[in-house]
């Protein structure tokens, strides 16, 4: 079967390849934190309650898990060039129209859109590293990958920050149309393509649909958890995730490139890889949701400095992912990554342990300890991840990465949510020794990578 044959082994294109790659992926960083911070000013501006808000939240990262999987299969069977150009494009006409935005149900659909833009160049974003980059500098690739993705989020709150104080909340979204429209046309010019491309597999438009509605159905389930919703509702929403994965699973047997990728899962290495970054991106969502809480709540700090402290472990993480890129060449992922889980989890067992009154430069050392463990574990275990997969399942294994991702993510702030209703007024604080331990068990995965293979 004809397949996308990737040259591994000659030098990276050029600095405008990666700079086009690069520009699209900090822009989708920077957009998700941005949108989070301004929140509460779109939702008064558009007088709304907080409540009804959280859906321009909500559109957008349903948006995302539902289309990753689908994007990710186009990549293997079209290539990822060309699915990351259309997500770049969607992405860029869809901050458009959310600036342009009347209402709140009208920005809802607009961001719902720009996460299927979103979701098409993150699902194949490192597909496209692994074709930039030679085989011994992928370690360097990812690194930088993650470099961005840090310095977008830990710059969204300083961002929305400064735009809100002199502008209305549509420049957050119309200020990205710019960079968004440099990074498409230098993709269109300098992004590399693949030699062959598989053709004799058509896409599924069923299989991507049931993909879709498991994968949302997940992320609903899990929200209806921690918010304690009826038995009805948590019922519904689990019994649409079983039958829709079930029927997932029997529509794709049998294919070469499966959009849930179970063929690559079934490779010790790649799961243990996959398992080990949903326990990190878990201890990241209790931490990102839960510590400005307990900053503001518990610890009784000012918004400044809750935003100064938040900063602090997404500026670390940046600083840390490139120098661990380049070590994950020369040492073992495995090795790195439980080291780096191991000091997260120490971080977050410090953070646990401040009282009122503790100096912030106390807290910033807590929080420094954390972006080092976290930056010292994400490349070296996206480089495990991309390089336990043969070079024509690049797109699939990159948007394995995204979905590990996301339902991490969504994990923590569910099991923050769940804190909350269980432990109120403490339950931030409980939220992040629980996230001490999600980052302790990711350790234990990330080291047992010595023995897979």
Not at 142 to 164: E, K, M, Q, R, T
Not at 418 to 432: K, M, R, T, Y
Not at 434 to 452: F, H, P, Q, V, Y
Request: charged share 5%; proline share 6%.
């Amino acid at each position: 079967m004809p397949s996308a044959r990737l040259d591994t082994t000659s030098p990276p294109p050029g600095w405008l390849a990666i700079l086009s790659l690069m520009t699209a992926v900090w822009l989708s960083a920077l957009d998700q934190s941005i949108a989070n911070t301004a929140l509460p000013a779109i939702a008064a501006a558009l007088q709304h309650t907080p409540a009804e808000s959280v859906w321009i939240l909500h559109a957008y990262q349903l948006a995302v898990v539902a289309t990753l999987l689908p994007f990710a299969a186009l990549g293997d069977l079209w290539g990822a060039r060309r699915v990351f150009m259309a997500g770049v494009a969607l992405f860029n006409l869809a901050a458009v129209s959310s600036a342009l935005a009347p209402s709140l149900e009208w920005l809802a659909v607009s961001r719902a859109v720009q996460g299927i833009g979103a979701s098409g160049l993150m699902s194949v974003n490192l597909a496209l590293v692994r074709q930039i980059f030679p085989n011994n500098r992928l370690g360097q690739g990812v690194g930088l990958n993650a470099f961005i993705v840090g310095s977008g989020y830990s710059l969204g709150p300083v961002v929305a920050s400064l735009l809100l104080s002199v502008a209305p909340w549509p420049w957050l979204f119309g200020c990205m149309v710019p960079l968004g429209m440099l990074g498409w046309v230098l993709g269109w010019r300098f992004l590399p393509h693949p030699i062959e491309i598989n053709r004799q597999q058509p896409f599924d438009l069923l299989l991507a649909l049931l993909s879709a509605l498991c994968f949302a159905s997940l992320i609903f389930c899990l929200s209806a958890v921690a918010q304690q919703k009826s038995g009805d509702v948590l019922a519904t929403s689990l019994g649409v995730m079983i039958v829709s994965g079930y029927a997932l699973l029997r529509r794709q047997r049998g294919h070469t490139a499966p959009m849930l990728p179970v063929d690559l899962l079934r490779r010790p290495l790649f799961s243990l890889s996959v398992f080990t970054s949903i326990c990190s991106f878990a201890t990241q969502g209790l931490a990102y949701v839960a510590l400005p809480f307990f900053f503001l709540n518990e610890l009784q700090l000012s918004a400044v400095a809750c935003g100064t402290l938040m900063t602090v472990w997404a500026g670390v993480v940046a600083v840390a992912a490139p120098l661990a890129g380049r070590l994950s060449d020369r040492h073992s992922p495995a090795i790195m990554g439980g080291v780096g889980l191991c000091i997260l989890s120490v971080g977050m067992g410090w953070l646990s342990q401040i009282t009122p009154g503790t100096a912030p430069s106390t807290i910033g050392v807590g929080m420094a300890i954390c972006g080092i463990g976290f930056g010292l574990f994400q490349s070296p275990n996206l480089r495990a991840i991309m390089s336990s997969s043969p070079p024509e399942r690049s797109s699939g294994a990159s948007g394995m990465v995204a979905l590990a991702r996301l339902i991490g993510q969504a994990s923590g702030a569910a099991l923050v949510a769940l804190c909350f209703n269980l432990f109120a007024p403490v339950g931030a604080g409980q939220a992040i020794v629980l996230g001490a331990i999600t980052a302790g068990l990711g350790g234990i995965l990330s080291i047992s990578r010595l023995w897979a293979r």
